[in-house]
């Protein structure tokens, strides 16, 4: 294998991850290879009721393994496997389905009404659409004018 890009690198170990956990009950809900002052490959799963520490060490343990024997990344990194925390990013279809009627923080590139920051809650998201509640009014969004979606938390 040649050197990859970083977007290839995560394409390649989402592929990977995703038949790992094909016969289990996690799901795999990103992959990032980000440079902080080391290389970082992480990976974050998750499971109905949420994953434990030995979830986490039996996927960075298998994934490893893969990793190992095929040698996809030239540069020196750390693995790692972990939950995406509360406030995770919804990114994929089946995201917004399992947390419609949540409340989600929505980041725009530019500011909408003057705000780039809305909460609202989540109803569907529909093609190009993300469709949200806001003061019981669905109110439809275009996607591609959204940065970020995240669960919004209340503490």
Known sequence: MGQMKREQIETWVT??????????SLELVDVEYVREKDWYLRVFIDKEGGVDLEDCQQVS?????VLDREDPIRDNYLLEASSPGLDRILKKDKDFLRYAGRTVD???FAPRE?????????????????VVRINGTETPLDYTQIAQVRLHIDF
């Open 106 to 108: 929505i980041h725009f």
């Open 15 to 24: 592929e990977k991850a995703e038949q790992l956990l094909a016969s289990t």
């Open 61 to 65: 343990e298998k994934l490893s393994k």
């Open 114 to 130: 003057g705000k780039k920051d809305w909460v609202g809650e989540l109803v569907k998201k529909d093609g190009p659409c993300l």
